[in-house]
């Protein structure tokens, strides 16, 4: 019960997390002539798009699909990815006169910094007049409508609660569990959480035969989980980093192999045996480094392979060559954690939201979007294309 001492304010739209989810929901909802209040617990709004990229923000990605993104229903996303597109969003950083470049594969990054993307979702809110608080932990109280919430500015009365805090990805940004906490209170179901586009750790036996490697990168084909991934994995002190491991990381389970193709497009035991027959002084070591880096097939060759010239291999070292290579199978001992995975896989199921509105199907007027939800996007800016698209369908109706 409100005390009459209490400082209350009363809008139409509250939206907890000033991350891409939860501006871009400001902006949608303030067009419509909504008053809206977003609360951040941070001290600055969206630190995770001013890190994304590496400073330059990968914001969107001009191929993103439904087939880009991972759920239990993996239908729920069209919805909300068919009505706000990639095109839509770069039409919004044209407007703003925000220079932009494509990198590879449809991912569109800033050409001077992710500051850029920040400034203008700031800049749409002010103009619609949507008012975003920093140092706002807030705490519902009780569901409405109206819902009241307890801020530091006070009480907080809205008509529609917007949850766009994200998933547990990064806790040095400010990432924690508030939005999965809150639905598993309203008795929602929650999909299995776990970290996703993150680097993989090796055990200390295969990492002491990879050592020295740490820095090195190649391109592979890298699967896992029945998807695969033509891009580079990377060398690490701790294990294995680069796209293609990321990516694979969102469909890796603990306990199963990656399946890593050193020779894409290439069948290592037929090169091998044309080698053999035209190259015959050839060293093993020598041909693979024509592929692989130097350092890497020397490696191979003193843990894997026995190195001799290409006249005395035979029939059966060329097998043992192959299947070390295509693929090199991987046991990962884990992951890095969320300490350092760009996104939080699972969240809230979709089954309980309405794929048009976000809307909780069982509480009207409650909303979920961005990460907290059950979709999680590939590598390459697909994952802010669902914070805009789920912030922007949600932003239609709050």
């Known amino acids: 019960m409100t005390r009459p001492t209490d400082h209350v304010t009363e809008v139409d739209v509250a939206i907890i997390g000033a991350g891409a989810a939860g501006l871009m929901c400001a902006i949608a909802a303030g067009r419509r002539g909504r008053r809206v209040r977003v609360l951040d617990h941070a001290n600055k709004v969206g630190k995770k798009i001013l890190m994304s990229g590496g400073g330059r923000c990968n914001f969107t990605n001009l191929h993103s699909t439904p087939a880009n993104f991972l759920s239990a229903n993996p239908h729920f996303a069209k919805s909300a990815l068919s009505r706000y597109t990639p095109a ?39 103009a619609v007049g949507a008012e975003v608080l920093t140092h706002a932990p807030t705490r519902i109280e009780q569901l409405g409508p109206p819902h009241r919430l307890e801020t530091p500015q006070g009480t907080l009365l809205a008509e529609s609660l917007v949850i766009a805090t994200g998933g547990y990805s990064i806790p040095s940004l400010g990432a924690t569990g508030f939005g999965i906490d809150f639905a598993r209170e309203l008795g929602l179901q929650i999909q299995p959480t776990r970290a996703a586009l993150v680097p993989v750790t090796l055990e200390p036996r295969l990492l002491a035969r990879l050592e020295g490697l ?139 939201l309405s794929s048009k509105t976000m809307e909780c199907r069982d509480h009207p007027g409650v909303y979920f979007i961005g990460e907290v939800v059950d979709v999680t996007g590939h590598l390459g800016g697909h994952n802010f294309q669902w914070a805009w698209a789920s912030g922007h369908a949600a932003g239609q109706y709050a």
């Open 214 to 352: 740490s820095g090195v990168s190649v391109e592979t084909v890298t699967r896992a989980g029945g998807a695969e991934f033509r891009e580079n994995i990377l060398f690490t002190h701790r294990g294995l980093s680069g796209p293609a491991i990321l990516q694979a990381s969102s469909y890796w389970l603990p306990g199963q192999p990656l399946e890593i193709d050193l020779f894409p497009g290439a069948d290592l035991a037929e090169r091998l045996r044309g080698a053999r027959r035209g190259r015959p002084r050839v060293e093993l070591k020598t041909l693979l480094a024509e592929t692989l880096p130097k350092s890497m097939a020397q490696r191979w060759c003193e843990h894997w392979l026995d190195n001799k010239p290409l006249a005395d291999v035979s029939d059966a070292d060329i097998e043992q060559a192959a299947s070390a290579c295509q693929p090199w199978t991987v046991y990962p001992a884990g992951t890095e954690g969320y300490r350092t995975a760009e996104v939080t896989i699972g969240g809230v199921d979709t089954g309980a």
């Open 88 to 126: 839509d969003f770069v039409a919004l950083v044209e407007k703003h006169a925000i220079p932009y470049h494509e990198k590879k594969l449809g991912q569109l990054f800033c050409d001077r910094s992710s500051k850029d993307i920040v400034r203008m979702l700031l800049a749409e809110c002010a």
